[in-house]
């Protein structure tokens, strides 16, 4: 599902893109300024909604697609014998491939574009967290198969 939201959200236009990632910016400008109302991160908005927009809209939300389809790698290999440095290398051609799908689709939508900065933002998060996932799902299993042996 959220591969899906990724693509759709390509699709949205550039005006509607930059109003969901302001509002989001908003809430994050309101909770810090309750803090430190003198943080650049309130003075700045626009810098502040540069790096909201990168981190959440491409790092983060590619991070969540990179776990959930590197824990369905995982779980289909419960059933099938998938060696790890596959597992890892179709995981991370799907996230090339839905950061290139995601970028070209802004490629054909009014007032947005393909950047090449955007693609690697969303291939380090999806790397990132499908990375970390394995790991850890590695590590569970191989503790499960030391405690049968």
């Given amino acids: 599902m959220i591969n899906v939201f990724i693509v759709v959200e390509g699709f949205i236009g550039g005006s ?11 809430l994050f400008i309101e909770f810090v300024k309750l803090i430190d109302p003198n943080s650049p991160l309130v003075t700045n908005p626009e810098i502040t909604h540069s790096v909201i927009r990168k981190l959440v809209g491409h790092f983060l939300l590619f991070g969540l697609s990179g776990l959930f389809t590197t824990l369905t790698m995982v779980f289909i290999n419960d059933s099938m014998t998938i060696h790890k440095k596959e597992i890892m290398i179709i995981s991370s ?3 090339l491939s839905l950061a290139f799908i995601s970028e070209l689709a802004q490629l054909f939508t009014p007032g947005r574009y393909m ?8 291939l380090s998060g999806y790397i990132s967290f499908g990375g970390i996932t394995f790991i850890i799902a590695y590590l569970s299993y191989r503790k499960k198969s030391q405690k049968k042996a």
């Fill in 115 to 122: 950047s090449i900065i955007d693609m690697l933002i969303d």
């Fill in 93 to 95: 051609f799907c996230g």
């Fill in 16 to 26: 509607d893109s930059a109003s969901q990632s302001f509002s989001l910016t908003n």
